[in-house]
């Protein structure tokens, strides 16, 4: 069996890290994220918050989800303590 990096929540849909892998991941998708953000000041306009923190960004979230996904339990709905415990 394969060690996970991240396992699925007990409530709602998604993933929490569950190594040293998933939270080095976590730590820096956050600090890319914030590292984005810094661009931006109150002088950037509309195509400049478009394409130097949306995009990123939103490149960033679905390459996390593509990491959680592969290297995670496979992600389900759920509320509570799994039964198969």
Known sequence: ??????KRKWYGWGWYPASWEGWAVTAAYAALLILFALT???R???K??????????????VSFIRICYRT???PRWQWGRPDEE
């Not at 400049?48 to 979230?61: D, H, M």
Request: glycine fraction near 6%; avoid cysteine; proline fraction near 7%.
């Open 1 to 6: 069996m394969k060690r996970l990096w991240f």
């Open 48 to 61: 400049e918050v478009a394409f130097t923190f949306l995009l990123p960004a939103a490149i960033l979230t």
């Open 40 to 42: 931006i000041d109150e």
């Open 72 to 74: 995670g339990e496979k």
């Open 44 to 46: 950037s306009g509309p």
